[in-house]
């Protein structure tokens, strides 16, 4: 069975908004540094679920916002995932804390110096780099990223 989630990085100045994943025991992400997001709900849009997410976890509505990617998450562990990434620039309300882990504003700089899924690193520095639309394959054994696919090319890794 395949999964749909969404991810979305809300941006502030030079900083995103980032989960440290340390609440929950069985948790696929435990003790990793993700965006805001998580799993569809029946009938909902990438949109929706991205903006009910993020309401979730952080207590912020959001109000502008950009559709930026899939990223297709295939691993011998887990089951298939697709995720529909975002960026937020803007929002309303007041940051309330997360039950599923540690929010925190972390300038992009120090990005690659947190624990997170290697092939988060790819997207984070296609977003940084401001791509265009993109679809990203990354396909892991284990939490080792085996293969990166970015638009049906495949990148060295």
């Known amino acids: 069975m395949s999964l749909m989630t969404t991810l979305c990085y809300l941006e502030r ?29 029946d009938g909902e849009s990438p949109e929706d679920c991205m903006k009910r ?12 916002w950009k559709y ?3 990223v297709t998450f295939v691993s011998d562990i ?6 529909h990434l975002f960026i937020c620039a803007g929002w309303t309300g007041i940051e309330k804390p997360c039950d ?9 700089e120090k990005l690659k110096s947190l624990d997170m899924w290697q092939g988060d690193r ?4 296609l977003l ?7 679809s990203l394959k ?20």
């Open 68 to 70: 930026r990617g899939l």
């Open 128 to 134: 940084d780099k401001n791509a265009s639309f993109f």
């Open 100 to 108: 599923e882990g540690e929010l925190e504003w972390i300038g992009k």
């Open 13 to 41: 100045g030079g900083e995103y908004l980032m989960l440290h994943r340390v609440k929950k025991e069985n948790d696929q992400n435990r003790d990793k540094w993700i965006g805001v997001g998580g799993h569809f709900e």
């Open 138 to 157: 990354l396909v892991y054994k284990g939490e080792a990223l085996t293969e990166a696919t970015l638009d049906g090319v495949r990148m060295v890794i």
């Open 122 to 125: 790819i997207f984070l520095e």
């Open 78 to 83: 887990y089951p298939c995932e697709y995720m």
């Open 53 to 64: 997410e993020v309401y979730e976890e952080t207590g912020l509505t959001v109000t502008e």
